[in-house]
């Protein structure tokens, strides 16, 4: 595993693109959560402060903040993408084998970019959250709530393995990105919402909604109640067994099919 | 021990039998050619040895043993086109390949050097000309001196020179004793360096093994005299020839058995006939390859 995370090194260590993706979505983590915090601690919203509780605040902090940083997951999936087209499109794939990988090092070095791309993007809003709570909220540090981040970190998880489901299927970078975006910002939500309306709560278990149905916005989330949903174990079950299917069919794909 | 051993592997791409059937060795020093037309099915049967395809029946070996990333990294290969990435340097590129191949990085100056491409190893892969992508490859092929080589049309958007470079960059590369396993639809490429062969049309093998013992390459004679048509009449009563025929200037003919050129000076001589051209030549791989496949055809 070593020698193959060298290898991955070696192949983005100069790869400007790669960096300033990584850096422009990580960035963006802190900016909006301090832009937010700013915006969201004037007088007018003090008042709604006091019936809810300041968002900002811990323990409340985790959860605001992971909600927050849940609709910023996409530039996540795109750096993923591009890392494994990328591969597709310099026919480098098939090189790797060719020069001595196992096709299963390859997934594996795809797997590592996944995982190292959500435990960055954890410690990065980690470190966020804990800087906003300890200056816009008025409660000192705890780490009571902090199961929201990991659900963030799940659903994001399940995001990446999505994008590189998509990639490992599609090849092509144009037509992966299309239909990841196209994915995230619609299908999801719409299939979720027309089976909430038609079928029931089973509509809240497609792959995103899962994580989106237990990172709820704190005050709305505490306005609106949650009658129509499962236990929060369920969904993060669910999460799970998305990220095994997902992994496991481009495992699938991979081994099985021609490069 | 063969260094490759191919049993019964099949391959289609659809309603397309690219490959159908196939089984040879390759033995350890050889210098393989695998010929065949474009579309016969060689990069196929390459693209399956070194797992970028996967065949549909059949099986092989490597070193005598299952095929793993273990195997394929004591081989060079370059198979179809160069592959590297695109946004790094030609040297940046060979280091990814020497750490998958587990390869010393300080083997990366003496590759490059042997492919000319010294001046230019920290210029971007896609500032490249094709001939210098090819180079790179060949570059990659060669990093850390394997004894075991697989080239597949490895003079592709070569210019002359370049080509005579690799020509000869093969050749002692089989006089230094390596396998080289050699597909190319370019006969005059494999006909001096190879011992063995297989043919492939169709994804069909027509015949495999040493080249002296499955091709018929048997010698001829070019002569020439003042009267062509009476030194056919006489080469035609000559013990041993088969058939002669004016073509052009000259008179080919051809023998049972190799002919002896200074007989046949004589026996000319002997008739009258003084020849002012004489030759022995043998039939050219692509003459002998013509005649094999459209044998298959037929």
Known sequence: MKQIIYTEWLKVKTYRTFWAMLLLALIIIPAANFLGADKLSGQQFKQVSKMFGNPFSFPDIWLTMASMNSYMSLLFGLLLIILVTNEYT???????????????????????????????????ATISA?????????????????????????????????????????KRAGLAIVLFIAYNIMVDQLLSSVLKKYVGAIGGLLPLQSGDEILPWPMFGKMIGSDNQYDTYVYVTVMFA?????????????LKSDL | MPILSLKNVSKKYGPVQALSDISFDVPAGSVFGVLGPNGS??????????????????SFTLFDKAPTGRERRQIGTLLETPNFYHYLSGYKNLEIAAAIKHRDKEDIGRVLDICGLTQRQH??????????????ALASVLLGDPDVLILDEPTNGLDPSGIAEVRSLVRKLADSGKTIILASHLLDEVEKVCTH??????????LSGAVNEVISRNDFVELSAADNNALKAALLQYPGCTNAEVSGEIVKAFFAVPPDAAAINSYCAQRGIWLNHLQRRKKSLETAFLEITNHATS
């Open chain 2, 197 to 206: 062969v297989a043919i492939i049309r169709s994804g069909k093998l027509l």
């Open chain 2, 41 to 58: 099915g060689k990069t196929t049967l390459l693209g399956i040895v070194t797992d970028v395809l996967k065949a549909d029946t059949g």
């Open chain 1, 242 to 254: 998305y990220i095994t299917l997902g992994i496991y069919l481009v495992f699938r794909k991979i």
């Open chain 2, 123 to 136: 210029s971007p892969f896609k500032t490249y000309s094709l001939g210098m992508k090819q180079r790179l």
């Open chain 1, 130 to 170: 804990t800087l906003v709570g300890v200056i816009y909220g008025e409660k000192s540090f705890s780490l009571e709530g902090y199961q929201y981040m990991l659900y963030y970190f799940l659903q994001l998880n399940v995001m990446l393995t999505i994008a590189l489901l998509i990639s490992v299927l599609v």
């Open chain 1, 90 to 124: 310099y026919r480098t794939n098939r090189q790797n084998v060719i020069d001595g990988w196992e096709r299963r090092d390859f997934v594996y070095a795809k797997l590592f970019w996944l995982l190292a791309i959500s435990v960055t993007t954890l410690l990065v």
